[in-house]
T-cell receptor, first 113, second 113 residues
Framework: DAGVTQSPTHLIKTRGQQVTLRCSPK?????VSWYQQALGQGPQFIFQ???????QRGNFPDRFSGHQFPNYSSELNVNALLLGDSALYLC????????????FGQGTRLTVV | GENVEQHPSTLSVQEGDSAVIKCTYS??????FPWYKQELGKRPQLIID?????GEKKDQRIAVTLNKTAKHFSLHITETQPEDSAVYFC????????????FGTGTRLTVIP
């Protein structure tokens, strides 16, 4: 089992551009959440996807959007990039039901210049 | 929304000593409290978690305590070893699904050999 995989590992974008990050969940996991981790900070919850729908959302603007596919993989899209969007973006997957461990991927390091 | 505060931000201990990290949360509906360890350049990994119906949980050298009335929970590491050196994050989840985590700002633990 490869665990949670994310691509790409690193990315450099220019302010104003758009970016798409990808996540494949751990085998058997159907819930995917995205987190933003700025340097020296804890991960911040962006949103959660389950059954191909956004179920919960943290305090992030509409520039952040996502998608979940029938195979449970997910994408995070960020439009109109700002310098402040530079961060490590983490994807975490979990099993159905409550109180289950969230397994994190290695993340995508996004740098906006 | 949920607000999790964590302290101290840095902690240095001698090998073999104990380390304690404390967190408080604001949302009385939070019912799941995991702790993650993140080594430099690596993904956060779950080390222990506790549910709101339990006051204390122990796993070898690691223990977590929860005081729901005071809305605080703590991580205790005994007999610290150099490999315990990392950044530790507490988190809280306010719904049944555990993959909508609100993290503290992290504690950088250094174990001095």
């Amino acid at each position: 089992d490869a665990g949670v995989t994310q691509s790409p590992t690193h990315l450099i974008k220019t302010r104003g551009q758009q970016v798409t990050l990808r996540c494949s969940p751990k085998s058997g996991h159907d819930t995917v959440s995205w987190y933003q981790q700025a340097l020296g900070q804890g991960p911040q919850f962006i949103f959660q996807y389950y059954e191909e729908e956004e179920r919960q959302r943290g305090n992030f603007p509409d520039r952040f959007s996502g998608h979940q596919f029938p195979n449970y993989s997910s994408e995070l899209n960020v439009n109109a990039l700002l310098l402040g969007d530079s961060a490590l973006y983490l994807c975490a997957s979990s099993l159905p039901g409550g109180y289950t461990e969230a397994f994190f991927g290695q993340g995508t390091r996004l740098t906006v210049v | 929304g949920e607000n999790v505060e964590q302290h101290p931000s840095t902690l240095s201990v001698q090998e073999g000593d104990s380390a304690v990290i404390k967190c408080t949360y604001s949302d009385s509906a939070s019912n799941y409290f995991p702790w993650y360890k993140q080594e430099l350049g690596k993904r956060p990994q779950l080390i222990i978690d506790i549910r709101s119906n339990v006051g204390e949980k122990k796993d070898q050298r690691i223990a977590v305590t929860l005081n729901k009335t005071a809305k605080h929970f703590s991580l205790h590491i005994t007999e610290t070893q150099p490999e315990d050196s990392a950044v530790y994050f507490c988190a809280a989840s306010n719904q049944a699904g555990a993959n909508n985590l609100f993290f503290g700002t992290g504690t950088r633990l250094t174990v001095i050999p």
